[in-house]
């Protein structure tokens, strides 16, 4: 059974806010118009969200996690709790726009249907998540760790990471005309170690590990990942690819 991530506002902040950060070439994308209705569809603690409103538009964060909303919240932005897989919203945005979130959506075609059924006539889907590929390196090194362990790894891992063709297909299938796709490797230099990361980013792993190895499962993934990602300066990178889309129904 998959465990779930518990989201620290804290710990995010400290070990992820470049996903935020690097955030700015999807909200050009976007191209947010003053009057706009945006839903961010897995807001996060609404970095981004922030800036769509300071384009003026009227915009809506929604995320599985009750403690990043409290960030949202905190921002003054509108806000609601909301599995992106079990999306119920109708007819009512101009644009849906989401980073780095669709990732953790395994149901991602119902994901795609829900944003179809959110979007008005002619509304814009704008989004960045994992492509086919991301943190690979990392992958392996915690699948493998855990088949050491007799976990098979396929039954705890949480990501979908798509193809451009694949995920077009996704999109056409639900009424998308996709207007651009890209497939970006993107090696991203992490604020501290891969542990940091692994902390935020990797919990249904660690967690299907118990409690008292932990700490050795986590020191055997860093020491596999070490001679690739660690370089000779001491720094992290993980071995991101991202998938950026722009599509209008
Ligand atoms: C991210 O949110 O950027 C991310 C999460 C897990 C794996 C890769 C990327």
Sequence with gaps: MAQSTTWNP???AKNARFVSDLGEPLLALLDAKPGETVLDLGCGDGALTEKIAAAGCRVYGCDASQAQLQAVRHKGIESFVMDGQQLGLKRRFDAVFTNAALHWMKYAEQVVAGVA??????????????GQGNVETIRQALHSALRKRNI????????????????TEML??????????????????LPGDILGWLEVF??????AVAETDRPGFLAEVR???EPTL?????????????????ATR
């Design 172 to 189: 056409n299938r639900h009424g998308f005309t996709v207007d651009y796709i890209e497939l970006i490797p993107r090696p991203t230099k």
């Design 223 to 225: 020491g596999e990942l």
């Design 202 to 207: 990797a919990q249904p792993f660690t967690k």
């Design 10 to 12: 804290d710990s995010y």
């Design 117 to 130: 059924n959110a979007l008005k006539l002619g509304g814009r889907f704008v989004g960045e998540f994992g």
């Design 152 to 167: 098979d790894p396929w039954t705890v891992d949480p990501w979908f990471y798509a193809a451009p063709q694949e995920y």
């Design 230 to 246: 660690r370089k000779t300066d001491g720094s992290w990178y993980a071995d991101y690819v991202r998938l950026r889309f722009k």
